[in-house]
């Protein structure tokens, strides 16, 4: 997964949380911001003590950890369409082998749900319930599978030479989005949910690492994590855009050189963002989650204090 975390000080997260930003709106049409709040967004929290998956509301209240995973890394939280369940990826206990898990979102009742010899990551529950999209390379390479919410009926839906990472569905559960490397660099493309039409959406004229798409429940744009190569040829810090889903209108909502922002989530409104932050070159290195409007104005701190906060889901 291209995660893009690097460090952040809880100072720095603090003292750039109420910056407000000037919008090329494009021709994306936004809506008016609303007050952050409704849902739930689960996330993963990387402290000094191990691994563990947090759930907090949408206003930044109520953090809590449902479930502890000292040894196995989870990664990935997505939600049910009910909202009671979670799946994620995490490794098998004594194996360097990822493998896909769900769990009740109280953190009971975990089940492994694939055993992958080549391993399975990325996952993503389908709006309507019914499938889940993930990420294998049990043919070599990375390619992406959808199956049934228990694990069951299989099927491979890209096959190309390059890796092909971090499904999203599209809210009527009908389209995926997805990051591949497939012509040279990583860029976002969408395809249907049966692998067809496989289409190229961002075009970067310089290297460029577009990844970690997210379709916004209002089924009109595309949130993703763009880092540009400088004039130096040195990778920049990421920000968060979004995008038509046609490709077109792309804005940059974040527009910082120094931070880390990846991995969108979008709140059930698709008025609001939230994603992980982490500064370059500042120790000691932690990322924590903060909020934006559409607008690209109001970016604000939500949670998280120590170490790696990050993969934010927003329940739709």
């Not at 993503?124 to 999209?133: F, L, V």
């Not at 991995?263 to 698709?270: I, N, V």
């Not at 990322?287 to 739709?316: H, I, M, Q």
Request: proline residues 6%.
């Amino acid at each position: 997964m291209l995660l893009l975390l690097a460090g952040i000080s809880t100072g720095t997260a603090f003292a750039q949380a109420s910056a407000a930003q000037a919008l090329d709106q494009g021709n994306v049409d936004l809506p008016r911001l609303s007050i952050p709040g409704p849902g739930r967004i689960a996330y993963v929290n990387d402290d000094t003590t191990g691994w563990s998956i947090h759930v907090v509301d949408g206003d930044g209240t109520n953090d809590h950890v449902i479930a502890d995973f000292p040894l196995i890394s989870p990664n990935n939280p997505s939600w049910s369409s009910d909202g009671t369940r979670l799946v994620f990826d995490a490794f098998e206990e004594g194996s360097s082998i990822r493998q896909i898990y769900v769990l009740e979102d109280d953190g009971s009742n975990v089940e492994q749900i694939t055993s992958d010899p080549g391993g399975a990551t990325d996952p993503a529950w389908s709006p309507d319930g019914s499938r889940i999209a993930f990420v294998s390379t049990r043919d070599g390479n990375p390619e992406i599978y959808v199956m049934d919410a228990d694990g069951s009926d299989q099927v491979r839906l890209t096959d190309h030479a390059a890796a092909d990472l971090e499904p999203a569905w599209s809210p009527d559960s009908i389209q995926l989005a997805f990051s591949s490397e497939r012509d040279g660099e990583a860029e976002i493309y969408t395809m249907l949910a049966n692998g067809s039409n496989q289409t190229r959406l961002t075009t970067d004229a310089v290297e460029t690492i577009d990844s970690t798409p997210a379709w916004s429940p209002s089924g009109q744009w595309i949130a993703f994590c763009s880092r540009p190569l400088s004039s130096s040829g040195q990778f920049r810090g990421a920000d968060i855009h979004i995008m038509n889903t046609n490709g077109s209108g792309i804005v940059n909502l974040t527009k910082t050189n120094d931070q880390h922002d990846c991995g969108p989530t979008w709140s059930s409104d698709s008025t609001r963002i939230v994603y992980s932050r982490g500064a370059r070159n500042v120790a000691p290195s932690s990322s924590v989650l903060f909020s934006v409007g559409v607008d690209g104005a109001e970016a604000t701190y939500l949670v998280g204090s120590w170490r790696y906060n990050f993969s934010p889901a927003w329940l739709r």
